[in-house]
C-alpha cells in the first residue's frame, strides 16, 4: 500500500482555473504538508499541518487554500490559476513537529497552467 | 537564519566509483542535517539524518555522511556508485529557530556512467 498519494499525478488546465489537489497519507502521522518543487527542482515548503490545526503557512498567495478534513488527509485547492503555478507540488507526513522526524513524500502533482 | 548550499549542480561518476555530494549549512546553532534522494518522477525519500550523538551517519543503499561542525558540513559518500544511484539529491536543514521547518539546498543531480 502507498504510504502517502497524491491525486491527480498530472494536471494540466488552463489560466483563470479553479482546481484541487487531494492527498492522504496511511502512516498513522499527525502531521502533513505541501511543498512546491520548481522548474529549476527548488523545493520550499508552503504549509504544514498538525492534527487538522495549520502551524506553517509561509508567504504564499491567499489563492492557496489548504484543508485538512481529518489527520489522514490535507488538499490543497489553488484559485485563480497563474502561469507560475505551474510546479510539481509535493505532499509529505511526519509523526510530529519537532524536527527530527522523518518526512515521508508523495510521488507528487504535476501541474502545468496553460 | 538558515541556508543550505549544495556545491555543484551536476555530479558525473563512473560505475564503482566514490560518489561525494557535498552541502554546507549556515546557522546559529546546531541543525538537525537531512540528505533526502528523489529518483526520476518519485517524491523525496529519505537516505540518512544527523540529530545527535554519533558524527558518522550511515543511511540507506551504501551512503553515510558525517557532520562536522567546525566545517558547518555534511556532506554525503557512497565508495562506489551504482547505476541504480543516478538521481537529485537533497541537503536539508531543520532548527528551533526557524520552526524546524525543513530548507532544502538546490539539489544535486549525479549521473552514473558504465
Known amino acids: 500500500d502507498t504510504a502517502v498519494s497524491q491525486t491527480p499525478k498530472y494536471l494540466v488546465t488552463q489560466m483563470g482555473n479553479d482546481k484541487s489537489i487531494k492527498c492522504e497519507q496511511n502512516?498513522?502521522?499527525?502531521?502533513m504538508y505541501w511543498y512546491k518543487q520548481d522548474s529549476k527542482k527548488f523545493l520550499k515548503i508552503m504549509f504544514s499541518?498538525?492534527?487538522?490545526?495549520?502551524?506553517i503557512n509561509e508567504t504564499v498567495p491567499n489563492r492557496f487554500s489548504p484543508k485538512s478534513p481529518d489527520k489522514a488527509h490535507l488538499n490543497l485547492h489553488i484559485n485563480s490559476l497563474e502561469l507560475g503555478d505551474s510546479a510539481v507540488y509535493f505532499c509529505?507526513?511526519?509523526?510530529?513537529?519537532?524536527?527530527?522526524?522523518?518526512?515521508?513524500f508523495g510521488p507528487g502533482t504535476r501541474l502545468l497552467v496553460l | 537564519a538558515q541556508s543550505v548550499t549544495q556545491l555543484g549542480s551536476h555530479v558525473s561518476v563512473s560505475e564503482g566509483a566514490l560518489v561525494l555530494l557535498r552541502c554546507n549549512y549556515s546557522?546559529?546553532?546546531?541543525?538537525?542535517l537531512f540528505w533526502y534522494v528523489q529518483y526520476p518522477n518519485q517524491g523525496l525519500q529519505l537516505l540518512l539524518k544527523?540529530?545527535?550523538?554519533?558524527?558518522l551517519v550511515k543511511g540507506i543503499n551504501g551512503f553515510e555522511a558525517e557532520f562536522k561542525k567546525s566545517e558547518t558540513s555534511f556532506h554525503l559518500t557512497k565508495p562506489s556508485a551504482h547505476m541504480s544511484d543516478a538521481a537529485e539529491y537533497f541537503c536539508a536543514v531543520s532548527q528551533p529557530t526557524n520552526d524546524y521547518k525543513l530548507s532544502f539546498g538546490a539539489g544535486t543531480t549525479v549521473t552514473v556512467r558504465a
Open positions: 502512516l498513522g502521522h499527525d502531521t
Open positions: 499541518y498538525n492534527n487538522k490545526e495549520l502551524i
Open positions: 546557522s546559529s546553532v546546531p541543525p538537525y
Open positions: 544527523y540529530t545527535t550523538g554519533a558524527t
Open positions: 509529505a507526513s511526519s509523526t510530529g513537529l519537532a524536527g527530527v522526524e522523518t518526512q515521508y
